[in-house]
């Protein structure tokens, strides 16, 4: 178990670290809230931790603190939301970079204490990760460790992340100093601070060695307490599995990133099918991005998921034709994956299609007649299917900026 003098002495060095920072940040934001909105994500991200710091440090300033940095971070995204022309954007350089001059240093500043102490957190969080309780029971594991093993977590989470941001705000200083309106970086996000513990502290053999052999360490403790670490190896499968451009059109239910998540998705699911009586396991089935993703993964192939609707359009048609259950489902047999496959050449004509180009009049004709043929089935099908690929798309849009700790 951690000294306690040894955890409030990191947790007053940490404290410490955030004053100056969060001084400094504010005194910028009245600069920068007119310049650029780059910042608005990173304030809630930053907000989204002061509650978690308030629960991890006896100091509750320290919480208060985080909250204030984030609400001065705010103020960077207000006012600029309707600044889009090239113009305006101009008028707004030279804020920029008396800005960047200003607090260039000071953050950079930050940014080198941060990386100084970072290794000695991360060492700390390695020490609880690896504690090993197969021999005693979870519940006296979590009595005797479980704050500690938390406690070195969120302390190395947060601090990672704010390098982060330090990191990222220097680079924004210097594009507006080289006269660009920003940088090329992406926001920093607290999923990718989390993925970067995962690979490197907490699972760096992958997440078949951590469930391997029933272990129980405090790294498995730290997933089943924290569901944005399974959350966050969700989001980076996705955003990693990236199709070649002449493969973007795929439906996707082809695409490498599904392909990748289902696979991930099982992998994990049968770590709990083995043992889902084992408390350290099933935490697994309550984890709220795990159930998510399991939901938003039942999407079956655009064939299947056409053809249940088709086979009923065609065999209602044909039976009140010709009054016969078996010829009906014997002909919906057949004529089913015909329209689906003629469905699918009038859709790849019509995207291979250039903007001067018209739809000749075959085509309409021949899609009209598809849809007779299935009752309307095929245009609710595509209906359907087309809404569950947007349910997926809109997701994952935003499943980053939900990853909480």
């Known amino acids: 178990m951690m000294n306690e003098s040894v955890q409030e002495k990191q947790s007053k060095e940490l404290e410490d670290i955030l004053i100056d920072i969060r001084k400094d940040v504010e005194e910028a934001s009245l600069l920068a809230a007119e310049v650029s909105d780059k910042f608005s994500v990173i304030s809630k991200e930053i907000q989204g931790l002061s509650k978690v710091f308030t629960k991890a440090f006896k100091d509750q300033r320290a919480g208060q603190i985080v909250k204030i940095a984030g609400f001065a971070v705010n103020l960077l995204g207000k006012g600029v939301s309707l600044v889009k022309e090239e113009y305006e954007l101009m008028k707004l350089l030279p804020k920029k ?11 950079f500043h930050h940014l080198n204490s941060l990386e100084s102490k970072l290794p000695r957190f991360k060492k700390l969080l390695s020490e609880e990760a690896n504690r090993d309780f197969s021999k005693i029971f979870r519940k006296e594991f979590e009595e005797i460790h479980g704050k500690d093993c938390c406690s070195a977590f969120e302390m190395y989470t947060f601090s990672l992340y704010l390098y982060d941001v330090c990191f ?3 680079k924004e200083f210097e594009a507006w100093e080289n006269s660009k309106h920003n940088s090329d970086l992406p926001k ?8 970067k513990i995962i690979d490197e502290v907490l699972a760096p053999s992958g997440l078949k060695d951590l469930f391997k052999d029933g272990k129980k360490t405090g790294s498995m403790y730290l997933f089943s307490k924290y569901d944005g670490l399974l959350g966050s190896i969700f989001v980076n499968v996705h955003a990693n599995a990236v199709l070649p451009k002449e493969k973007e059109k795929l439906r996707i239910w082809d695409q490498a990133n599904f392909i990748a998540l289902t696979s991930i998705l099982n992998q994990v699911n049968s770590f709990y099918e083995d043992d889902d009586q084992n408390p350290n396991i099933n935490w697994i089935s309550r984890n709220v991005f795990f159930k998510e993703i399991k939901n938003i993964l039942k999407m079956k192939s655009a064939f299947i998921e056409y053809s249940k609707y088709i086979f009923f359009g065609v065999g209602l048609l044909s039976l009140v034709i010709t009054q016969s259950l078996v010829f009906s489902l014997i002909l919906s047999l057949f004529v089913t994956p015909f329209i689906f496959g003629m469905d699918k050449m009038l859709s790849y004509l019509n995207r291979e299609r250039t903007f001067f180009q018209v739809k000749s009049l075959s085509e309409t004709i021949f899609g009209f007649i598809l849809q007779i043929a299935s009752l309307g089935t095929l245009w609710y099908a595509k209906k359907q299917y087309m809404k569950k690929e947007d349910n997926y798309r809109q997701y994952f849009l935003t499943l980053g900026q939900r990853i909480t700790l």
Request: hydrophobic residues 45%; aromatic residues 4%.
């Open 168 to 170: 990222f705000m220097t």
């Open 188 to 195: 920093p996000l607290k999923h990718n601070s989390l993925s």
């Open 97 to 107: 970079q008396a800005l960047a001059a200003n607090k260039k240093t000071i953050i």
